[in-house]
């Protein structure tokens, strides 16, 4: 069994380095077993959310899966319609019993959008509390981030962003960096978009190691000093995406994966107006009433 190893936060939390995420997993039974099937395989790191619409599922196999709760990282998300300080207090509790836990290893705000300062403040006093152990944020941008950090109390730990060989977010990835924030990419294999998995570079690349090309994407994002989830319901996927610790990508090999950057997102695009409406306005809208 491979050993994940950990790093520790701006707050001291230690966190393994890759872990296993439930984003596009919606069939609770589906679910659950996938995340016993990760625990067995060795991953101590789960990343669910609100929005995913499974952390039951998520802490049943927890319940299920006999590893004491002190070795599993669990993280989870506030989603935006949460987004005022008194729906964030009831949010933070809602998703502790339907995950059937005491506390969370991280909680994050799932968006940028809404309420922000509000929710954060209950995040701040639910971590002071100790129903959660870190917090932090998911797609907030280097301005929000510094926002938020210049107006509230307690420092984000982590930003959970969209980075992959397609959209590798440099400066958003080196401002988290140099503010001791950790990075923790989401998407890692972008979708399977535009042919990332047989992509000629990467192949090239993973032919040299005896690796697969999945393999050399997380690597690469390792070596980049960037958590990763990834996210499979079959049990070779998980136990291959682990296999990633015995192998170093050189300097040049690094800058064939550098070169590979479309700047594109595989989603889209977190500051268009129009596409913020369509995808959150509804949510938003339910802050008003």
């Known amino acids: 069994m491979t050993n994940v190893p950990t790093i520790k936060l701006n707050n001291g939390v230690e966190m393994p380095q890759l872990g296993f995420g439930v984003f596009q997993v919606p069939d609770l039974a589906e679910c659950e077993a996938a995340v016993l099937a990760a625990l067995k395989a060795g991953y101590r790191l789960l990343d669910t959310a609100t929005a995913y619409r499974n952390e039951e599922a998520v802490g049943r196999a927890i319940q299920k899966s006999g590893v004491p709760r002190d070795e599993i990282f669990v993280t989870s998300k506030l989603w935006v319609s949460d987004f005022t300080y008194d729906r964030a207090k009831k949010g933070i509790d809602a998703s502790l019993q339907r995950l059937g836990l005491d506390y969370l290893d991280l909680y994050l705000l799932h968006q940028p959008y809404g309420d922000t300062m509000g929710a954060w403040r209950a995040l701040e006093e639910a971590y ?29 730990v982590v930003n959970q962003i969209e980075v992959n060989p397609w959209y590798q977010q440099p400066t958003e990835v080196a401002f988290n960096q140099s503010d001791d924030v950790r990075v923790e990419a989401w998407a890692p294999f972008a979708e399977g978009q535009h042919g990332v998995f047989t992509d000629p570079a990467i192949t ?20 980049r000093g960037i958590t990763v989830i990834p996210k499979s319901v079959h049990r070779e996927r998980m136990v291959e995406n682990m296999d990633v610790f015995d192998f170093e990508l050189s300097p040049a090999e690094m800058q064939a994966m550098a070169a590979l950057d479309r700047q594109e997102s595989q989603f889209f695009d977190h500051r268009d107006p129009v ?3 369509q995808i959150f306005g509804s949510s938003l809208k339910q802050l008003k009433e």
Do not use: C
């Not at 509390?129 to 870190?134: P, T, V």
């Not at 510094?146 to 307690?154: A, C, G, R, W």
């Open 275 to 277: 596409t913020i409406e």
């Open 204 to 223: 090239a690349i993973a032919q040299a190691h005896g690796k697969t090309t999945g393999q050399v994407i997380l690597r690469w994002l390792l070596q």
């Open 128 to 156: 002071q509390a100790g129903k959660i152990r870190a917090i932090g944020v998911s797609n907030f941008y280097a301005d929000q981030l510094k926002n938020l950090e210049l107006t509230m109390n307690v420092k984000p």
